[in-house]
C-alpha cells in the first residue's frame, strides 16, 4: 500500500495509493502536495494512511516544513489524519473557510485554523491558492475547492470520482462516463438545483488541469469537462424532478 508520487503540474505532487477492496475494480486516494516556499499538503488522507502518505510527502519536502494543511471537506478521507500533521509539523496550519472553521475544524482541530476566502488568494510563494466554496457540491455544507493561479490547476476533491486504478495523469480521456458510473456506485453527490450552477462557476476559472481526488489527474480539456459534468448532473436533476411529480 505504498503510495506512488507523480509531479502533474509545475511542483504540484500527487501522492497516490490503490485500494483494490474499495468498490467494484478498486479505488484510488490521493493528496496533493504543494511544493511552495510555504508547502501545502490538500487532501490529508485517513488516520490509518498517516504513516504511509508522510513517507511520501518526505520524498518531496521534509514533512517539518509543511506549512499549509487543506482538504474539501470533513471526512475521514479528507482529514483523518489532520491532528497527526499538525503534531508532526510544528508550524503547519489548517486552511480553510470561515464556515467549514466554524461548523467543525475550530473544535475539531489541534490548532486554530486560519480562515480564508475568495477575496483573499494565499499566496504560498510561488504559488497562489485561491479558495472556492461549493456547499453540497458534491456534498458537505462547508465544502470547497482550491484553485491554483500559479499553474491553473484546479483541486477538485470528489469531482469527477472514477472507480479502478488509472495512470498518475491522462489528456484525452473521458472524465465524465467513469464519473457517473461511479456515481451509480456510490451515490456521493448531493444532486440538487445548485449543483450544475457550482461545477460551471469552477469552469468560469479556466483550469488546465483537473487534480482528482479519487482518480487520474486530467489535463485535456478542462472547461469543456466541467461543463459535461454540469450538464450530466442537470439532467438527473430534472429527471428526479419528472420522476416525483
Ligand atoms: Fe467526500
Ligand atoms: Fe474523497
Redesign the pocket.
Known sequence: MSPSVHEIAAGIYRISTFLPDVGPGGFTMNQYLVDADEPMLFHLGPRRMFPAVAAAVARIVPVERLRWLSF??V?S??CGSMNAWLDAAPDATVAFNELGCQVSLDDLADRAPRRTSAEDVHDLGGHRMRTVQTPHV???WE?QVLFDETTSTLFC??LFTRLGDAPAIVHDDDPIGPALVAEDVFG?TAVTAATGPTIRRLADLQPRTLAL?HGPAFAGDCVAALHGLADAYEARFTAGHAVRA
Open positions: 474539501g471537506h471526512e478521507d479528507e458534491p456534498h458537505g465544502a476533491g470528489d456521493a481526488m
